[in-house]
């Protein structure tokens, strides 16, 4: 069993930047394609980033293509995504999961940590 635990997030003025950070065990995480994710207040979840099991290849959501870099250390068991050019509607709860079954629908997720990212 896989266990997730993100760290990192806090208030940020719009146009800092945030590094946050994944933390995994229990598991052997590093054969996992793992991604970000993040819910806004009001909204549904959404897709932000994912990195493949090797960290050789990763995508993103358009809104944060040239600001959010994805990456992971297999050797520590932790995955980051450096945030920069923050906006205010980047302000969510960032989720990281590992295990993917479909884009939205991943084996294991973290309890998330708050960005706020004020104007």
């Known amino acids: 069993q896989v266990q997730l635990v993100e760290s990192g997030g806090g208030l940020v003025q719009a146009g800092g930047s945030l590094r946050l950070s994944c933390a995994a065990s229990?598991?052997?995480?590093?054969?996992?394609?793992m991604a970000w994710f993040r819910q806004a207040p009001g909204k549904g979840r959404e897709f932000v980033a994912t990195?493949?099991?090797?960290?050789?290849?990763?995508d993103y959501a358009d809104f944060v293509k040239g600001r959010f870099t994805i990456s992971r250390d297999n050797a520590k068991n932790i995955m980051s995504l450096q945030m920069n050019s923050l906006k205010s509607e980047d302000t969510a709860v960032y989720y990281c999961?590992?295990?993917?079954?479909?884009?939205?629908?991943?084996?294991?997720w973290g309890q998330g940590t708050q960005v706020t990212v004020s104007s």
């Open positions: 999961a590992a295990g993917r079954l479909t884009i939205q629908i991943w084996r294991y």
């Open positions: 990195i493949s099991a090797s960290g050789g290849g990763a």
């Open positions: 229990g598991g052997t995480v590093r054969t996992y394609a």
